[in-house]
């Protein structure tokens, strides 16, 4: 009889062990499930300008300026496809589609509504990069969404997206103009002086949009419309 009470005992601790087992496992399930895992996120980063030798290093081609620096900034490379030039590089865990559009800047829109599709982006992860020269120069400024201000890039991309609720960077060219010289002001090349400006502003562009990228457009702004 002790034989077989022994024997029952073992039976009875072997079955609570698999329960406990089974409890066990079914917590760890539980908490793969609550613990966040890192995504990769897709942002589309669009800099505004005109192609052409005779745009280059104009002030309406900042954007250009700054998406070619965040280009060498993640050691990407630009090829020609539809609608303009791109260029794929990752900050961490995002993955940017850097886009230069080739439809010049009055129908920039379609260049960025065909990315944004083919990428499948949200509006809210496009950063369009444009000139203001309502800033001062390499005055920065970030906004989720806004007007065009005139700016008929800007007025393309509304249309086209069917919104104005998209985020941009504006980057400043200044307003050094008289009366009626703005067309010309904004088509003609930087100063000397200014290129030697750009060398300094141009980077903290570049480190606005990795932020933004990366903690989002209220840490972005928070930390550069006023730096």
């Known amino acids: 009889f002790s034989y077989f009470f022994q024997d029952t005992k073992v039976s009875k601790e072997t079955q609570g062990f698999v329960r406990f087992r089974k409890k066990l496992l079914f917590l760890l399930r539980l908490l793969?499930?609550?613990?966040?895992?890192?995504?990769?996120?897709?942002y589309l980063i669009v800099g505004l300008g005109n192609i052409g030798p005779e745009y280059e290093?104009?002030?309406?081609?900042?954007?250009?300026?700054?998406?070619?620096a965040l280009a060498d900034s993640c050691g990407a490379t630009f090829s020609t496809e539809r609608y303009g030039d791109i260029a794929h590089a990752r900050v961490k865990n995002a993955q940017l589609t850097i886009l230069k559009p080739s439809t010049y800047m009055n129908l920039s829109g379609n260049a960025v509504r065909y990315w944004k599709e083919k990428e499948n982006i949200d509006i809210?992860?496009?950063l369009v990069l444009v000139d203001?020269?309502?800033l001062p120069f390499g005055a920065i400024r970030l906004k989720g969404s806004g007007s065009d201000a005139?700016?008929?890039?800007?007025?393309?991309?509304?249309?086209?997206?069917?919104t104005q609720a998209y985020p941009r960077l504006r980057f400043g060219i200044g307003n050094d103009f008289p009366?009626?010289?703005?067309i010309d002001y904004v088509l003609g090349q930087f100063?000397?002086?200014?290129?030697?400006?750009l060398t300094q502003r141009i980077p903290v562009a570049v480190d606005a949009i990795k932020t933004f990228c990366l903690a989002g457009m209220q840490?972005?702004?928070c930390d550069y419309n006023n730096k």
């Not at 005139?150 to 069917?162: E, F, S, T, V």
């Open 32 to 42: 793969s499930f609550s613990i966040p895992h890192s995504t990769t996120m897709k």
């Open 57 to 68: 290093c104009t002030r309406h081609n900042a954007g250009f300026m700054i998406a070619d």
């Open 124 to 126: 809210d992860n496009i």
């Open 132 to 134: 203001d020269c309502a």
């Open 150 to 162: 005139g700016h008929n890039g800007l007025k393309n991309i509304a249309q086209m997206l069917g």
């Open 179 to 182: 009366r009626g010289g703005q």
């Open 191 to 197: 100063t000397e002086q200014e290129c030697e400006g």
């Open 219 to 221: 840490r972005a702004m």
